[in-house]
């Protein structure tokens, strides 16, 4: 049975749906700036797998605007059997592909754009605006890059490709360049109100690894130093405002606060209930 990874938070006037599309099966050797030890003591304390460790892959849903805006879009078909879950997150919560307004992409990997086209390559998402952070666009699919999908996406949505710099994007949604993970790295901060919420995208992969050790980072970071660099920055910087924050790879349903827990950081999954 396929079962639906769907659950909606409210936000001021708007509702956060955290989507699950799967998870990824890796490895800790692909754990760099830590000892190899160290990191899978911070994995075993974490009840969390050492062999095969497991990477969720969660989108966001916002809802509450003209449209609905989707923040990522999963890896879609063509990857592994774990994976590619997101269409029936999305009709679980009642929401039709060609309902969805805009696609806010955090960044040019696979398991974030994969699922925006079909294994014929067509646009998934038909009505859909898809926005691509400026400085992403102009690594991943300037003339002579390496070939990632998000050629295809570009070539399936034409016109409907946006690029966007820092700053608001949509009403209430301001998008945070955090450059490391790849060069153009975004994450969305979404405002109802007084209330917010950071989706930081891949900010980080393994949890129980990297909130206690943030130095440690992975071998497919474009730029490990500055992955690691940015992900203290703005772990630091959301300890100290206690922020909502919610990741593509933490762990479903992905939203919570961050407290500082010793030299390193910890944490806090949001309390939910029927009527958050």
Known sequence: MDRPG???????????????DGHLVASLGLVQGIAAAEAARLQAEGFRRVEAPWISVNAFLVLGGPAPVLIDAGMGSGGPDTLGHLQTALRACGVAPEQVGTVLVTHLHSDHIGGLTGSDGGALFPNAEVVIPEAEAAYWLADGAEICRGHALVAAYGDRVRR??????????????????????????????????????????????????????????????MAAATRKRILDQVASDRSLVAGMHLEFPALGSVRRDGAGFAWVPEQWSAAS
């Open 164 to 225: 966007a710099g820092e700053g608001e994007v949509l009403p209430g949604i301001e998008a945070i360049l955090a450059p490391g993970h790849t060069p153009g790295h975004t994450a969305y901060r979404v405002q109802s109100g007084d209330k917010s919420l950071l989706i930081w995208g891949d900010l980080m992969h393994l949890p129980a690894i990297q909130f206690a050790r943030p130095e440690a980072y992975l071998s497919f970071d474009v730029d490990g130093a």
């Open 6 to 20: 769907v659950l909606p938070w409210t936000l001021g006037d708007r509702v956060v749906v955290a989507l699950n």
